[in-house]
């Protein structure tokens, strides 16, 4: 992978060696996977549990070679979530999709983690590659948080740039690295239709998205080709009950009355989690 893309690329096979130990032997990653495996026993088993995880946790991490078997210990996790806090999952359309190619999926935002998640899960019990997901830099406050996303092949996308030039800069390199990611390597891309979730429930795509992808179009094609290339894919998806949807609520209510959200340094975190752990239907 060219070195350019460093700074916002996923984490890679050589990178397991390094980052792969430094996430298992964090406290509050252990914390969270004790409190999600261990949810319903006593909280005064938790201290003595984690000690017990962190062992299990590193010597199954001496097996990891590869992202691939990195991906294969997280996969039980993902089916005890969609056994635990759904009712059923249904999927259509991806029977009348080739995904021998490579594809962009541009995909509507209600959950932080959820939503390239099922995409994922969707991929993977039809026997295809999972996709690489495209993860703003807010959600990179905590270390393990940043570790454990990049080294489930996602990718950062930069946001806290103030100046003008920076920010033109960021997005040029994001689409250089999508369009490389699609047509050298051959994988597939997951890309929010806008800049955080819908909280209100409504999926209005935000045109700078597709005006992103294009910042990287040589001269040679018009912009129908280029996007043509791309071979984006619309995805939408819901949910029956959003486990969020309290927190959404008061968000969008503050905003209403007093103009603005001061969002806390942990929310982010803690709608992951509640996400993940909550009732789907």
Not at 26 to 35: I, K, M, Q, T
Not at 177 to 193: D, G, N, P
Request: aromatic share 10%.
């Amino acid at each position: 992978m060219l070195e350019k893309f460093d700074s916002i690329r996923p984490f890679d096979n050589a990178d397991l060696a390094i980052e792969l130990p430094k996430l298992f032997n964090n406290r509050e990653f252990v914390a969270s996977l004790v409190a999600f495996k261990f949810a319903t026993w006593p909280k005064f088993t938790w201290p003595l549990l984690g000690v017990c995880t962190r062992f299990y946790i590193n010597k199954q991490a001496k097996k990891i070679k590869t992202l691939s078997e990195f991906q294969s210990l997280i996969g039980p996790y993902m089916d005890k979530m969609i056994a635990t806090t759904t009712e059923s999952v249904t999927i259509t359309g991806l029977d009348e999709l080739d995904v021998s190619k490579p594809c962009l999926f541009v995909s509507n935002h209600r959950d932080i983690a959820l939503d390239p998640a099922f995409v994922n899960w969707a991929l993977h019990v039809n026997g295809q590659d999972t996709v690489r997901i495209a993860v703003g830099d807010n959600l990179l406050k905590k270390p393990w948080v940043a570790d454990l996303i990049r080294l489930n092949k996602c990718f950062i996308v930069k946001r806290q740039a103030t100046d003008r030039r920076e920010k033109l800069k960021a997005a040029k390199l994001l689409s250089e690295y999508i369009e490389f990611t699609l047509h050298s390597e051959r994988q597939h891309v997951w890309i929010a239709q806008r800049e955080g979730r819908a909280k209100d429930g409504k999926d209005l795509t935000n045109p700078a998205i597709i005006s992103m992808l294009s910042i990287n179009k040589p001269k040679t094609k018009t912009f129908s080709e280029y996007v043509n290339e791309l071979r984006i894919v619309p995805v939408s998806i819901s949910y029956e009950f959003d486990p969020c949807d309290i927190s959404k609520a008061k968000e969008l209510h503050q905003l209403e009355i007093e103009g603005a959200y001061d969002k806390p340094d942990d929310e982010d975190v803690h709608s992951i989690v509640t996400g993940i752990t909550g009732r789907k239907g």
